[in-house]
T-cell receptor, first 116, second 114 residues
Framework: DTEVTQTPKHLVMGMTNKKSLKCEQHMGHRAMYWYKQKAKKPPELMFVYSYEKLSINESVPSRFSPECPNSSLLNLHLHALQPEDSALYLC???????????????FGEGSWLTVV | KQEVTQIPAALSVPEGENLVLNCSFTDSAIYNLQWFRQDPGKGLTSLLLIQSSQREQTSGRLNASLDKSSGRSTLYIAASQPGDSATYLCAVSRNTGTASKLTFGTGTRLQVTL
């Protein structure tokens, strides 16, 4: 099972709402990632969790709050977002945080977020 | 700051042609380079990973090469098929402590026509 599952696939939220994106993998991976991808642009790294600890935060605004409750789950809590935050949010995982030969990174299909 | 560029931005070829996608990066201090495929509205699928000490990797009709010193990689697709139509992204990685940072290229949108 080489799958990263993201829910919901689509989310529309108002600027005052609080919502969460969820990501799950059952491959025993110990590194999980959030990427943001705007239309026709490459993905940009937001956060990396390694062994359930936040390893990298790419200076993401505090209205995005990641959480890693256990080694299989990764959440992204959203609050007071702006319309420019509308994008495809991709979750990914790898066996460990360091990208090595054979340590392929697997991506989910993403959650399309629209902020109105 | 690492910058990754892919040329061409878009490419249309008839079925059966061999083609080459290019990727260049500005900082040669990379750990490895990966090629991904992304179908419209979907996530990314890893195609090939080349360690910085390697020169090339092959998987089926795909062959990726890496010239780290010149900051270049190519993805060669043999005998292209309509199912190969997608956006192809290269990404370079740099390890920082216990995690890696992937920086993606700008992508090449490939269309293979019948």
């Amino acid at each position: 099972d080489t799958e990263v599952t993201q829910t919901p696939k689509h989310l529309v939220m108002g600027m005052t709402n609080k919502k969460s994106l969820k990501c799950e993998q059952h491959m025993g991976h110990r590194a999980m990632y959030w990427y943001k991808q705007k239309a026709k642009k490459p993905p940009e790294l937001m956060f990396v969790y390694s062994y359930e600890k936040l390893s990298i935060n790419e200076s993401v605004p505090s209205r995005f709050s990641p959480e890693c409750p256990n080694s299989s789950l990764l959440n992204l809590h959203l609050h007071a977002l702006q319309p420019e935050d509308s994008a495809l949010y991709l979750c990914a995982s790898s066996r460990q945080g360091l990208v090595l030969a054979g340590n392929t990174i697997y991506f989910g299909e993403g959650s399309w977020l629209t902020v109105v | 700051k690492q910058e990754v560029t892919q040329i061409p931005a878009a490419l249309s070829v008839p079925e059966g042609e061999n083609l080459v996608l290019n990727c260049s990066f500005t900082d040669s201090a990379i750990y490895n380079l990966q090629w991904f495929r992304q179908d419209p509205g979907k996530g990314l699928t890893s195609l090939l990973l080349i360690q910085s000490s390697q020169r090339e990797q092959t998987s089926g009709r795909l062959n990726a090469s890496l010239d780290k010193s010149s900051g270049r990689s190519t993805l060669y697709i043999a005998a292209s098929q309509p199912g190969d139509s997608a956006t192809y992204l290269c990404a370079v990685s740099r390890n920082t402590g216990t995690a890696s940072k992937l920086t993606f290229g700008t992508g090449t949108r490939l269309q293979v026509t019948l």
